[in-house]
T-cell receptor, first 115, second 112 residues
Framework: GAGVSQSPSNKVTEKGKDVELRCDPI?????LYWYRQSLGQGLEFLIY????????KSGLPSDRFSAERTGGSVSTLTIQRTQQEDSAVYLC?????????????FGPGTRLTVT | SQQGEEDPQALSIQEGENATMNCSYK?????LQWYRQNSGRGLVHLIL?????REKHSGRLRVTLDTSKKSSSLLITASRAADTASYFC????????????FGSGTRLSIRP
C-alpha cells in the first residue's frame, strides 16, 4: 500500500505569511507525529496524535504553531506569521500504535523556506 | 528529557571496515530504535530492540542495549558506499503514553 505522503514537497513563503503543511498517514495507523529538522541537525519533536486521545503538543515551539488531525487520518500543521527561523524540513511519521512503540514510517518531508 | 544522544557526531571510514555508533539516553525506556536518513529527507526504520533484550541482529547490523548504562550501539559490518547516511537512535519513555524522541544523529561517510 501507499506510504506516508506529505504536501507540498517544497514551500517558499514570505516572512509573516501563514503556511499549512499536510500529512497523509498510512491507512490504519493510529499514531501520527510531526517533527522539524534543521539543516544537519537531529529531529525536533513537535506534536503527536494517538487515536482519539488529546494530542501531545509539548514540542510546539510557540503559539504560532498548531496542528489538527481530522477523522483520525489526515493531519495539517499550520504555522502562522512565519519567521525565518521556521525554515526547516518538516517530517511527518505514522505508526500502528505508539503505545507499543511500533516502528514509525516517515513521509518525504516538506522543505519550508521563509524569505 | 529522555532524548537520546549519538556519538560520534560524524564518522568517516573506508569501505569494507566496520562502523560503530553509540547512543545514550536519560530515562527508562520500553524500546530503542535505530533509523537511517539519506539526503535530509524521510527516515527509514532499521531495527528495534526491547528493553529486555541485550543484542539483536539484522543482516549486517548488530545492535546492543545496556539498560544499566542507558546506552546502545549500532554496528554496521563490512560497510558499503550505500551505507553513507545519518543514523539516529530513538527512544520511548517507560509510560505507555510516552512519545518517541530522536537523538541528534551520527553522520556516517564511507570512503570508496
Amino acid at each position: 500500500g501507499a506510504g506516508v505522503s506529505q504536501s507540498p514537497s517544497n514551500k517558499v513563503t514570505e516572512k509573516g505569511k501563514d503556511v499549512e503543511l499536510r500529512c497523509d498517514p498510512i491507512s490504519g495507523h493510529t499514531a501520527l507525529y510531526w517533527y522539524r529538522q534543521s539543516l544537519g541537525q537531529g529531529l525536533e519533536f513537535l506534536i503527536y496524535f494517538q487515536g482519539n486521545s488529546a494530542p501531545d503538543k509539548s514540542g510546539l515551539p510557540s503559539d504560532r504553531f498548531s496542528a489538527e488531525r481530522t477523522g483520525g487520518s489526515v493531519s495539517t500543521l499550520t504555522i502562522q506569521r512565519t519567521q525565518q527561523e521556521d525554515s526547516a524540513v518538516y517530517l511527518c511519521a505514522s505508526s500502528f500504535d505508539s503505545r507499543r512503540s511500533y516502528e514509525q514510517y516517515f513521509g518525504p518531508g516538506t522543505r519550508l523556506t521563509v524569505t | 528529557s529522555q532524548q537520546g544522544e549519538e556519538d560520534p557526531q560524524a564518522l568517516s571510514i573506508q569501505e569494507g571496515e566496520n562502523a560503530t555508533m553509540n547512543c545514550s539516553y536519560k530515562t527508562s525506556i520500553n524500546n530503542l530504535q535505530w533509523y537511517r536518513q539519506n539526503s535530509g529527507r524521510g527516515l527509514v526504520h532499521l531495527i528495534l530492540i526491547r528493553s529486555n533484550e541485550r543484542e539483536k541482529h539484522s543482516g549486517r547490523l548488530r545492535v546492543t542495549l545496556d539498560t544499566s548504562k542507558k546506552s546502545s550501539s549500532l554496528l554496521i559490518t563490512a560497510s558499503r558506499a550505500a551505507d553513507t547516511a545519518s543514523y539516529f537512535c530513538a527512544t520511548d519513555g517507560y509510560s505507555s503514553a510516552s512519545k518517541i524522541i530522536f537523538g541528534s544523529g551520527t553522520r556516517l561517510s564511507i570512503r570508496p
